[in-house]
T-cell receptor
Framework: DTAVSQTPKYLVTQMGNDKSIKCEQN?????MYWYKQDSKKFLKIMFS???????INETVPNRFSPKSPDKAHLNLHINSLELGDSAVYFC??????????????FGPGTRLLVL | KQEVTQIPAALSVPEGENLVLNCSFT??????LQWFRQDPGKGLTSLLL?????REQTSGRLNASLDKSSGRSTLYIAASQPGDSATYLC???????????FGPGTRLSVLP
């Protein structure tokens, strides 16, 4: 009965590779998010999708491309991975009446290490 | 630009103590403020959500207050337990924004 799930949990890869992280929520929420938590533990928004449409795109390199095949899924594809991409990536979802988010529910995180 | 800070960065207390975690934000124009808990290697768990029109919220041993005009919130934990050990994150949604702006967190250790 997992609410927000992410795969994989751990990802170790070489610089220059392309990788994807998947996220699924079974809460029936309209909005999904990707956050990045760096080595200093700061959590920062990367993207937000509402009903499969992009509504937030912070200053993120275009090597990062989110894809939402339906409102229950928001996947993150990263091209040409760099050392600085090493971080924990969290997916989240919320029910958004009027597009102002209420409580957000977070996935367990994907720990990405780029060598 | 909204910035969120949290003091202290880390806190260690003996079991049973009452404690206060502090959160400050630079712009008082917010929709709401939320406190989260993050356990090592895990995601975030929502603890308390305070709307901008509210002054406080309570859940069990937790009480969160909001003073929007001064840009401050506190999370009060009563009768702390070792199971409360975690990182506590404060986050706000700025007016006109749609995503949370997080603070750096306070790492709490409750010693048995």
């Amino acid at each position: 009965d997992t609410a927000v799930s992410q795969t994989p949990k751990y990802l170790v890869t070489q610089m220059g590779n392309d990788k994807s992280i998947k996220c699924e929520q079974n809460l029936g929420h309209d909005t999904m998010y990707w956050y990045k938590q760096d080595s200093k533990k700061f959590l920062k928004i990367m993207f937000s999708y509402n009903n499969k449409e992009l509504i937030i795109n912070e200053t993120v390199p275009n090597r990062f491309s989110p894809k939402s095949p339906d409102k229950a899924h928001l996947n993150l594809h990263i091209n040409s991975l760099e050392l600085g991409d090493s971080a924990v990536y969290f997916c989240a979802s919320s029910l958004n009446p009027g597009l102002v988010p209420e409580t957000q529910y977070f996935g367990p995180g994907t720990r990405l290490l780029v060598l | 630009k909204q910035e969120v800070t949290q003091i202290p960065a880390a806190l260690s207390v003996p079991e049973g103590e009452n404690l206060v975690l502090n959160c400050s934000f630079t712009d008082s124009a917010i929709y709401n403020l939320q406190w989260f808990r993050q356990d090592p290697g895990k995601g975030l768990t929502s603890l308390l959500l305070i709307q901008s029109s509210q002054r406080e919220q309570t859940s069990g041993r937790l009480n969160a207050s909001l003073d929007k005009s001064s840009g401050r919130s506190t999370l009060y934990i009563a009768a702390s337990q070792p199971g409360d050990s975690a990182t506590y994150l404060c986050a706000v949604i700025p007016l006109g924004g749609q995503n949370f702006v997080f603070g750096p967190g306070t790492r709490l250790s409750v010693l048995p």
